[in-house]
């Protein structure tokens, strides 16, 4: 995969980087190439990008703002982005993220990435629509009511693109909550698209 990196990312962030996109199964790195999309691997985003800082990111949830945002994907220049530094929103701090949460980032983006490989986006198709009906139907409203799902559950196509991904990273690191206990079907439809 064309991966760019920007400013002085450690090593360490680059080996996990570079590492975890390598590990993709071929059939999603094939897809992604054939689609132009790439990385860029750098040290915060509003650094990447500066023109971020006057933006609020979309969904922002608690007053988010891109400081405390280390993963994104740009469906015009097809670029997934990570950032080696985020804020804890509460502290408004630059933290690292552990290597499991590194991971899990380039998973997530890189499941919106593979999502708009089709040409209008999986996550829009009638089938993928009805699933997702389907399970958001079966969510309790205890669980609707919470924060967790919140990013899954919102309105319009912004609910199922983030489900895909999520989902879709779930299946990458080969974790299971969100597909378990809350979107069984998601998670069939997006297994059968990778199999
Ligand atoms: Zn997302």
């Not at 969904?59 to 740009?74: E, F, I, P, Q």
């Not at 630059?94 to 593979?114: L, P, Q, V």
Request: charged share 25%.
């Amino acid at each position: 995969m064309k991966t760019t990196f920007m400013g002085p990312v450690s090593k360490r962030f680059k080996n996990i980087a570079t590492n975890k996109i390598d590990t993709f199964p071929e059939r999603v790195k094939l897809t992604l190439n054939d689609d132009g999309v790439s990385y860029e691997i750098g040290v915060k985003m509003i650094e990447m990008y500066p023109r971020l800082k006057n933006i609020v990111p979309r969904g922002a949830l608690d007053g988010r703002t891109w400081n405390s945002v280390s993963g994104k994907y740009n469906l015009d220049s097809k670029i997934i982005s990570i950032s080696e530094f985020h804020w804890l929103i509460s502290q408004k701090i630059y933290i690292r993220d552990s290597e499991n949460c590194i991971k899990a980032t380039i998973s997530h983006e890189t499941g919106h990435g593979f999502d708009f490989s089709k040409v209008g986006s999986y996550s829009s198709t009638l089938g993928f629509k009805t699933i997702y009906e389907e399970d958001f139907n079966h969510i309790s409203g205890k669980d609707k009511a919470g924060n967790y799902l919140k990013p899954f559950i919102q309105k319009g196509e912004a609910g199922r693109q983030e489900t895909f991904a999520a989902i879709f990273g779930e299946i990458m690191d080969e974790d299971e909550f969100l597909g378990e206990n809350y979107f069984t079907n998601c998670k069939l439809y997006i297994k059968n698209l990778l199999s």
